[in-house]
């Protein structure tokens, strides 16, 4: 079993920045994708972006040039760099560990990020 314990959300400004955390511990696959996704009030979760443990990463258009996935594979842990902040990226973050293959998966309880006008 894996547990993801996500961290670092919270209120700010527009054009303001965001780190989140989170660290995975548990039987973890040596080779997996850890990402982020969002849910906003009203809508589905969508990807935001994710990092292989090989270091591959991938964005959603929307955020790319304003955040920066990365990963410390000897914690076990993510983290996202948001930077240049939108009251459109308002949603729950939610933290997610996969295998490769994607027929594993898990999730964090998702942490709360407000942009206010």
């Known amino acids: 079993q894996v547990q993801l314990v996500e961290s670092g959300g919270g209120l700010v400004q527009a054009g303001g920045s965001l780190r989140l955390s989170c660290a995975a511990s548990?039987?973890?696959?040596?080779?997996?994708?850890m990402g982020w996704y969002r849910q906003g009030p009203g809508k589905e979760r969508e990807l935001v972006a994710v990092?292989?443990?090989?270091?591959?990463?991938g964005y959603a258009d929307s955020v790319k040039g304003r955040f920066t996935i990365s990963r410390d594979n000897a914690r076990n842990t993510v983290y996202l760099q948001m930077n240049s902040l939108k009251p459109e990226d308002t949603a729950v973050y939610y933290c997610?560990?996969?295998?490769?293959?994607?027929?594993?998966?898990?999730w964090g309880q998702g942490t709360q990020v407000t942009v206010s006008s």
């Open positions: 548990g039987t973890i696959f040596s080779s997996n994708v």
């Open positions: 997610n560990l996969a295998s490769v293959s994607g027929t594993t998966m898990y």
């Open positions: 990092i292989t443990s090989g270091g591959s990463r």
